[in-house]
């Protein structure tokens, strides 16, 4: 499933399908190899553990889970839904992820 994603760690995206649907979060972490984001806040599961070295009390642990990347998209706060993303070069040569629905707000701050 390794592919190339536009999505990266830090983005605001929005949940378009799944049991999170509708929700908004911030990247944690994207998986490339495995086509998989994990988003914060979003699709918490609980881990149950015995007490150990690291963890002296064990018990139930809450932690956001990963969810495919196709079932998130790049949320556009200025229109307030969902876009796509798509790369733009400018004439220096610089190239820029821009969101589709609103092309003048670029998401890469360099």
Avoid: W
């Avoid at 790049?74 to 733009?88: D, G, I, N, V």
Wanted: charged content about 35%.
């Amino acid at each position: 499933m390794a592919g190339k994603f536009r999505i990266k760690k830090g983005d605001m995206v929005m949940v378009v399908a799944g049991k999170e649907r509708g929700k908004t979060g911030k990247v944690l972490e994207v998986i490339t190899k495995k086509g998989r984001v994990t988003v914060e806040k979003l699709n918490i599961i609980k881990r149950h553990t015995k007490p150990n070295a690291k963890n002296k009390q064990g018990g139930i642990l809450e932690r956001e889970g990963t969810m495919a990347i196709s079932n998130v998209m790049a949320y556009c706060e200025s229109e307030q839904k969902p876009s796509r993303l798509k790369m733009k070069t400018f004439e220096d040569g610089r190239k820029v992820r821009v969101y589709q629905k609103a092309p003048t707000e670029v998401l890469d701050k360099s």
